[in-house]
């Protein structure tokens, strides 16, 4: 069974990687935006 510390981390790494991909799409937006 899972702890609760390991969920903690989990959801940690996940939080992680969505403030990853929101940065990466902002990003790319602006590039784009920049180019037009």
Do not use: C
Request: hydrophobic share 55%; proline share 0%.
């Amino acid at each position: 069974m899972l702890t609760l510390d390991t969920l903690n981390v989990m959801l940690a790494v996940s939080e992680e990687g969505l403030i990853e991909e929101m940065n990466h799409r902002a990003a790319g937006l602006t590039a784009a935006g920049g180019l037009l």
